[in-house]
Structure formats: structure tokens, C-alpha cells
């Protein structure tokens, strides 16, 4: 077409076994305007639509090229995520090998293979860890704390700089918290904690945390394969509305049908016995503020979130109860 617009014809995905691969491996699917390719450490017992790769591990050394094989567009969502229990003894040399090196791989030979469009799969971390007076827009100085954040960011720049003044379009999405029944980390515990009923002690926190819904990022990172204007673009993304802490345990509470007790403890307390603990950065995540402003998703490509967030909580909680 003469418009730009990207025929999505033939898809790659990576991290299709991954929480938000799996998600967008389904969407794309059931949407079925598109081939399916994804990319698999193991080969696994597919649907006829989709067609498996078997590709080593996400290194500088990884050939990409049976996998690239007629693809129109790669979506990048594998990477070495947030690690609970580091047993290295320099993490981010870990994630650079995965999330700098080996996306950086991929996107040289997507390219030499005549991909129109590359999107990757970032994260809110590069801008930073939490917001005070301002939320995070695609316009800030990059602030990665976590050795997790700075490798994406680090991916981000080689990306840029391999992509420019090349036929290959660049699509950066930063997600905020991404949330769904199945969710890992902290959010999990958080979902195990509501459905137990014990009291918890957040009621006096006043934060306002900006967090996206499965539904809503699979639903943008597809808008993403196909919009013209979202070709070398940075996203923000996150649901229309900021959340408090209190406010997601109420909307978890009531989707799972139960009563919850907040406490009035104050913060400064959760925030002294946490740093005895050394759990900082999960006080920050629960108490504190990270919000995004995502109006130029909105702005430039149209995009509205499919759910709200209360919508997205009251789901994801009843969904969790089914598991």
C-alpha cells in the first residue's frame, strides 16, 4: 500500500512462551490476519497456524536465519527479565549478553533478511524506578537503577543507531507493571495475599502507581505492527488511569468477592522495617509513585486501552480465583 502501512503478512515473536508472548501468540491467533512464526527453545506441539522455530538461546551467536525466512515483522519480547535470587556474580553482565547482544543479533540479521518493522519490547525502568511531581513521558533522561533496566536501555541506543537511515522500522514500547491473573513476581504475592484475607498495612498510603493490563499491551503492541506512525517511535504505555495502592487492593478484593481489611500504618514505618529487612525496593513498589503519562499512544496513533483499570483489576482477580 502507499500509505506505509505495514502489511502484517508474515509474523516473528519472540518469548512466545513467556507471559506477555503467550498472550500475544494467542491474540494473534484468534485474530488470524497474519502467519505466525515464533521462536522456541524446544520445539512444542503447536496449532496448524503457527509455524515453531527452534532457536538456540538469545546470544550474539544465535542464527536467526530459518526463523526470519519471509517475515514481514519481529516482535522482540524475549529477554532475560527480573531475577528474584541472582546466583552470578555480575548480573548485568547476565542481561547484556541476552538483552543487549543477543536482541541486537537478531534485529542485524531481521534486517539483512528485509524486515519491514522491528518492535521491541522494553521496559518503564529505563526512565526510572518512581516518580514525584511529574510522570514519566518518552521525553525524560533515561534513569535505569536496576542492572535489568540498563541493559534494555542499552538495547534501546544499539537499536537506534543499527536502524537508522535503514528500510527497517524501529518500534520501542516501554511497558509499566504489566498485570494479569497469572502474573509473576510481586504482583503475584500481592493476588495470594488479597485471596487469603489477612489485613494488610496500607491504608495510609497515598501513592499513585501507573500499571498496564495484559489485554490492554498485547492490544497496543499489535497496533504497533501495523500503524505507519508508530515506525521509530518510543511508547510509554500503561492503562488510562493511575491507581493507588489501596484502590487496586479494594478493586482485587471485590473482583474476588471478598472483604479487605486496610490498616492504618504509617508509611514511615513500613519504610524503616524495610530497609532493616532489605526489602527497599518492594516498599517502593507498593507505597511509592510511578506513573506515565501514555497520551502520545493515544495522541499519535489513536490507540484507547480496551479495558479500564478497575475493569482490568475486578477481571484479573476473578480470573485468579479459576486457576
Known amino acids: 500500500m502507499d500509505d506505509g502501512l505495514v502489511l502484517m503478512k508474515k509474523i516473528l515473536l519472540t518469548g512466545a512462551t513467556g507471559f506477555v508472548g503467550s498472550a500475544l501468540?494467542?491474540?494473534?491467533?484468534?485474530?488470524?490476519?497474519?502467519?505466525?512464526?515464533?521462536?522456541?527453545?524446544?520445539?512444542?506441539?503447536?496449532?496448524?497456524?503457527?509455524?515453531a522455530v527452534q532457536v538456540a538461546d538469545l546470544t550474539a551467536e544465535t542464527d536467526w536465519s530459518d526463523a526470519l525466512q519471509g517475515i514481514d515483522v519481529v516482535i522482540h519480547?524475549?529477554?532475560?527479565?527480573?531475577?528474584?535470587?541472582?546466583?552470578?556474580?555480575?548480573?548485568?553482565?547476565?542481561?547484556?549478553?541476552?538483552?543487549?547482544?543477543?536482541?541486537?543479533?537478531?534485529?542485524?540479521?531481521?534486517?539483512?533478511?528485509?524486515?519491514?518493522?522491528?518492535?521491541?519490547?522494553?521496559?518503564?525502568?529505563v526512565n526510572g524506578a518512581g516518580t514525584e511531581l511529574q510522570p514519566f513521558t518518552e521525553l525524560d533522561a533515561s534513569a535505569p537503577h536496576a542492572p535489568y533496566a540498563v541493559s534494555k536501555l542499552e538495547a534501546e541506543v544499539a537499536l537506534k543507531e543499527l536502524c537508522a537511515g535503514t528500510t527497517m522500522e524501529l518500534v520501542i514500547v516501554r511497558p509499566s507493571l504489566v498485570y494479569a491473573a497469572h502474573a509473576p513476581g510481586n504482583f503475584a504475592r500481592l493476588l495470594k495475599l488479597v485471596s487469603s484475607g489477612v489485613p494488610l498495612p496500607f491504608a495510609l498510603v497515598k501513592n499513585q502507581r501507573s500499571m498496564v493490563a495484559l489485554d490492554n499491551l498485547v492490544d497496543f503492541i499489535l497496533c504497533c505492527t501495523t500503524h505507519p506512525k508508530a515506525a521509530h517511535q518510543t511508547f510509554l504505555i500503561a492503562d488510562q488511569e493511575s491507581i493507588s495502592t489501596p484502590q487496586?487492593?479494594?478493586?482485587?478484593?471485590?473482583?474476588?468477592?471478598?472483604?479487605?481489611?486496610?490498616?492504618?500504618?504509617?508509611?514511615?514505618?513500613?519504610?524503616?522495617?524495610?530497609k532493616l529487612v532489605g526489602r527497599e525496593a518492594l516498599f517502593n513498589q507498593l507505597c511509592g509513585s510511578l506513573e506515565v503519562d501514555s497520551s502520545k499512544a493515544r495522541n499519535l496513533l489513536g490507540w484507547t486501552p480496551p479495558v479500564t483499570v478497575e475493569d482490568a483489576m475486578r477481571k484479573t482477580a476473578q480470573a485468579y480465583l479459576k486457576k
Open 77 to 125: 519480547a524475549a529477554a532475560r527479565a527480573h531475577v528474584l535470587v541472582e546466583n552470578v556474580v555480575d548480573p548485568l553482565i547476565e542481561f547484556r549478553k541476552t538483552n543487549v547482544e543477543g536482541a541486537l543479533t537478531l534485529a542485524h540479521q531481521a534486517l539483512t533478511a528485509g524486515v519491514k518493522r522491528f518492535v521491541f519490547i522494553s521496559s518503564i525502568g
Open 248 to 274: 487496586m487492593l479494594r478493586c482485587l478484593s471485590q473482583g474476588m468477592g471478598k472483604r479487605i481489611l486496610l490498616l492504618p500504618v504509617p508509611v514511615s514505618l513500613m519504610r524503616f522495617a524495610a
Open 25 to 51: 501468540q494467542q491474540r494473534i491467533v484468534t485474530d488470524q490476519h497474519c502467519d505466525l512464526t515464533i521462536a522456541v527453545r524446544r520445539l512444542l506441539a503447536v496449532p496448524d497456524t503457527i509455524r
